[in-house]
């Protein structure tokens, strides 16, 4: 039994390992990539660690490019949609819980039906309305459209669904009110599936490609996606050093954020679930 | 999942995208003073029009702005009340936002940089230049001018000169025992390719081509383009005078079969990566190339190493005697009809590249992209290259280009290039025959683009 | 439950911002949409009406043929990959046997926070051929073969985007998972360890059964996310779908169509119909589900 339970563990780790490192493999080589000068990278056999290590490839991507600008930008539209996102979805999350009124399961289903909408379908009318409203070249269309969107609210959903029905009723009979209700004994509660959300958003919005690409045309504006795609196409070689610099740089804020929220990441995903 | 547009650069950005930071050039020491002090016909001087205010917006990607950037202080003194804000946008993203732009009416710019494949797009919305170029005509290279003609307007003024021609390794030439004057046709750089496959033992071929999609130096798509224009069908894949499909013409299908010749993997490595081909070319395995006129810089870009070993000579003809001479999709910078400031918008393309010091700007700050002027390029062709051992190829380019015939690209071209495309990769993979290929090319682009 | 008197109004306030946002930035869209699909649009020039015309040619266009077959096969391919290794992560992950739980999992998750852009660049760095990892030290170091084409090969075009997608988006099946798998009571694996039961027979007789809604919520996810996949395509493969178009998906044909020939009816009718056909297999895919 002991010997079946040890050989049970080193399979596991064997198998979860194995499944580690090769999802560590492309990062490790994008990762060592940025070290090397460019004719190393574009050398065979190729060099598992680098021989000539320099640091180059950040210097000269940070001293002549808008890489540093389209970080802050990115930051600041991540933050913004994090905020407004986290804060009507789970309103809305919250209604969709814990009230009983009419049309509830028809709007609720309407709401997740929207994922279903292809994104083409949307885009050229959109690209014509933000222009009808002066919203081209600014944040606006990265911020506005998406700040109640069905998987945030089928989330937070979800996540209040846990939250006992019976601290809101003493909450009402102390006279919180409806707002109140939501602001001072959910929101607390909720908190661990608050920061997922807001995880899942600052990615989403930190990766996005497609809208800054079409509204954004000032390079003051640029989000940091844009920025690196327009690194690789600026210059007449191939350059992937600067590239794989550019990568680590702008994977940096994600990786930091998710090491440090990962506890309440994971409780936010282990205390809420998906029941119901 | 959001969708994304390609983090990797088409083959035409990367050429194109060349710029300022002059990764490459093929100008050692381009002296503009120079230029300017050589005699030149007179050409009415407009008298500047009076109250001219406001703002330009002009779009670009790198390569094909700098030029406007360097032209701004000369503008603004005749017309300092005039500002003028140059969007750089990469070159994929300005096709789209120029269509976006004048479909919707919407964030219209003043002026916009497009490449003249989708002239027959966007004509609707551009503005008539006829009139206005009129009195410069003399001074453009003429194929430049008929590629930005659409129905009898001229909708664009030119920009850059594509004339292609062929590249070769002189030093690998010798050791395999050729002579590029001999190479006269097509028959006869399968010939010599076979010659090198069979001395090499495959190890070295005359020809690499991707038979993919990606950025290569000898994409197949590109080849038959320049082949078809080389056996007389001046609009690639339609007509002039009507505007009917004319890929499966005898032409068109001859024009195939040598493609299907040049992709014979004895001589030809297919399906080959850029950086495998750059690789490759490093590695003294490929013989030759074609080489539109931006293909210098990518040359020189990548392959810094090689400099002194290549030459260049006139593309074979498709039968003896033919004609040696093809030509590849130049850019064009237009004014839209609804640009809020057309009048500004076409007095600062005058100073900027209806002129011949805004076209030395321009080759200067490519580091070399041949210009449409004509007085601009004859400050090029007697200029030798290093990197071609001092070979004068902006004078063979220049002559390449005056024997181009009529060219033109028509409604819908993008699309029928993305369909002969297709059936181009089944003659290379030798599913089909040139003749079929070519029938069922024709046969999809009637029925996709609506036409005869 | 809440039942103030105000409150009437209240969840409508609060549920208020989704479906204004929604109105102008996706009703309208799809409506205005809808429309065009119904015009020969190409180029700046809005043209007629032509009824469904658009839809007629689109089924009859080989390209479009193709590129629902290959997205089929890339959801066939990647679609049991995804999800069941995901499903198998999550078990691991959770299994009591198992140390670094943390490491793991951030490890799993970590492609998640990698951008597109990034991360196509990453795995056209490892599969390069003449200098990639994977084809120079793995391939023809290791094992002495020949380089593969990983990116220009008709035939390797779907498994090779088939690794990136699996790699980039197995965190997100594996949180799907992982919630559903808190949401199983642990009584139940108490019962069934005393019953005597192996993990194998626990996993098949009662993690299984249990996971059946989450393995359905990330079907559908998974099938809605393929037809609309664009990036990852178009960065391996370029908008023409590489050679022989052999990685030509749907999203990639939208996109073309629209953007790149401007067919903007013809485009607005393919991403019509496809919406049909997603919704179609989501549907599908949900009465397979309530028939177990």
């Known amino acids: 039994m002991r ?199 600052f990615s989403t919005s930190w990766n996005e490609f497609l809208l800054p690409l079409v509204y954004l045309r000032s390079k003051e504006l640029y989000t940091v996606q844009l920025t690196m795609a327009n690194i690789f196409r600026v210059q007449y070689k191939f350059n992937y050093h600067w590239a794989m610099a550019s990568a680590i740089l702008a994977t940096l804020p994600m990786g930091i954020l998710f090491a440090t929220l990962q506890k309440q990441f994971i409780s936010g995903l282990t205390l809420g679930g998906l029941k119901g | 999942m959001k969708p994304q547009k390609n983090a990797r650069l088409s083959r035409r950005d990367f050429l194109r995208l060349s710029a300022g930071a002059a990764a490459a050039t093929l100008l050692a020491s381009h002296n503009l003073e120079g230029a300017f002090a050589q005699e030149s016909t007179p050409i009415p001087t407009p008298t500047p029009i009076p109250g001219l205010s406001g703002e330009i917006v002009l779009w670009g990607w790198k390569g094909g702005i700098e030029h406007f950037q360097a032209a701004i202080p000369e503008f603004q003194k005749l017309y300092p009340n005039v500002t003028v804000r140059i969007e750089e946008m990469s070159y994929e993203d300005t096709h789209t936002n120029v269509l976006a732009a004048i479909n919707t009416g919407v964030g219209v710019p003043d002026a916009t940089n497009f490449d003249v494949n989708h002239l027959g797009e966007f004509a609707e919305g551009l503005m008539d230049l006829t009139e206005k170029l009129q009195p410069y005509l003399h001074e453009f290279i003429p194929v430049s001018v008929k590629l930005a003609t659409y129905k009898g307007k001229i ?9 292609v021609g062929m590249f070769y390794r002189s030093d690998l030439f010798e050791q395999y025992g050729l002579d590029a004057e001999q190479i006269t046709t097509y028959a006869d750089l399968v010939q010599a390719g076979k010659q090198v496959a069979e001395a090499s033992k495959g190890e070295v071929k005359m020809l690499a081509m991707d038979v993919g999609s990606k950025i290569c130096m000898g994409d197949p798509h590109l080849i038959i383009d320049l082949l078809l224009v080389q056996n007389g069908l001046g609009g690639t894949y339609f007509n002039r005078e009507d505007d009917k499909v004319v890929v499966d013409t005898p032409e068109a299908i001859e024009a195939m079969e040598v493609l299907k010749q040049l992709s014979d993997p004895d001589i030809c490595f297919l399906g080959m990566s850029d950086d495998a081909a750059i690789a490759a070319y490093g590695a003294d395995k490929i013989l030759a190339t074609v080489a539109p006129a931006w293909f210098p810089l990518a040359m020189t870009g990548n392959l810094p190493q090689l400099s002194g070993k290549w030459r260049m000579m006139r593309l074979p003809a498709i039968k003896p005697g033919g004609l040696r001479a093809s030509y590849q999709i130049p850019s064009v910078t237009a004014i839209p009809k609804d640009a809020p400031n057309p009048d500004a918008a076409w007095e600062f393309l005058r100073i900027a590249q209806v002129s011949l010091e805004g076209q030395l700007r ?63 990769e089944t003659v290379i993979r030798r599913e089909k025959s040139p003749e079929e290929a070519c029938k069922a090319a024709a046969e999809e682009m009637r029925l996709k683009l609506n036409k005869g | 439950m809440l ?36 015009i020969d649009w190409s180029g700046v ?248």
């Open chain 3, 3 to 38: 039942s103030a008197k105000w409150p009437k109004l209240a969840p409508y306030v609060f549920i208020s911002p989704f479906f204004i946002v929604f109105l102008v930035f996706g009703a309208f869209p799809i409506a205005f949409s809808g429309a065009v699909s119904l």
């Open chain 1, 3 to 201: 010997y079946q339970m040890l050989a049970s563990k080193l399979i596991i780790h064997l198998i979860v390992g194995a499944g580690a490192l090769l999802m560590l493999l492309p990062l490790y080589w994008m990762v060592v990539s940025a070290f090397k000068p460019l004719p190393e990278i574009m050398t065979v056999p190729v060099t598992f660690i680098p021989v000539n290590a320099t640091l180059e490839n950040f210097k000269g991507l940070l001293t002549e490019t808008f890489f540093a600008r389209s970080m802050l930008n990115s930051t600041a539209i991540a933050l913004a949609n994090v905020v407004l996102q986290v804060f009507f979805c789970s309103l809305a999350g919250f209604a969709f819980a814990k009230y009983r009124f009419p049309g509830r399961e028809v709007l609720f289903t309407l709401v997740l039906g929207t994922v279903m909408i292809p994104q083409y379908v949307t885009l050229i009318p959109n690209y014509i309305v933000m222009g009808r409203i002066g919203w081209l070249d600014t944040w606006a269309p990265l911020i506005i459209p998406g700040i109640a969107n069905a998987f945030g609210i089928f989330w937070m959903r979800q996540y209040i669904a846990t939250v006992p029905d019976e601290l809101l009723d003493a909450a009402r009979i102390d006279g919180a009110g409806e707002f109140g209700t939501y602001w001072r004994i959910v929101v607390p509660i909720i908190k661990p599936g608050l920061v997922t959300l807001a995880l899942f958003i």
């Open chain 2, 155 to 163: 909708l664009g003024v030119p920009q850059d000169s594509q004339p």
């Open chain 2, 362 to 424: 321009f080759t200067e700050a490519t580091g070399g992209v041949m210009p449409t002027w004509k007085r601009a390029v004859e400050t090029l062709v007697e200029k030798p290259i290093e990197y071609f051992g001092g070979q004068k190829i902006y004078a063979l380019y220049a002559a390449i280009a005056e024997e181009v015939p009529d060219v033109w690209f028509g409604r819908g071209w993008p699309e029928a290039r993305s369909i002969m495309r297709k059936h181009t």
């Open chain 3, 45 to 292: 020039k809005m043209g007629e009406f032509i009824g469904f015309r658009n839809y007629i040619n689109l089924i009859q266009d080989p390209d479009f043929v193709r590129a629902v077959l290959n997205t089929v096969y890339l959801l066939l391919l990647s679609g049991p990959l995804t999800i069941g290794g995901g499903l198998v992560l999550a078990v691991l992950l959770n299994s009591q046997l198992l140390r670094f739980k943390g490491l793991f999992r951030t490890i799993f998750y970590l492609p998640m926070a990698v951008s597109l852009v990034v991360s196509a660049l990453a795995f056209t760095m490892l599969l390069n051929k003449p200098f990639g990892l994977v084809n120079d030290l793995i391939i023809r170091q290791i094992f002495n073969q020949e380089p593969i084409d990983f990116l220009t090969n008709p035939t390797l075009a779907i498994p090779t985007l088939t690794l990136l997608i699996i790699w980039r988006y197995i965190g997100n099946d594996l949180v799907i998972m992982l919630a559903g798998l808190q949401s199983i009571p642990s009584d139940l694996y108490e019962a069934s360890r005393i019953d005597g039961a192996s993990p194998f027979q626990t996993f098949i007789h009662i993690t299984l059964p249990l996971m059946v809604p989450f393995i359905l919520f990330d079907a559908i996810l998974t099938t809605v996310n393929t037809f609309n996949l664009f990036a990852e395509p178009y960065i391996l493969f370029g908008t023409e779908g590489g050679a022989n178009q052999a990685g030509l998906t749907t999203g990639l044909l939208v996109f073309r169509v629209s953007f790149k020939y401007f067919k903007f009816g013809y485009g607005a009718a393919m991403a019509y119909l496809l919406g049909v056909v997603i919704f179609a297999l989501s549907l599908l895919q949900l009465r397979v589900g309530q028939k177990d």
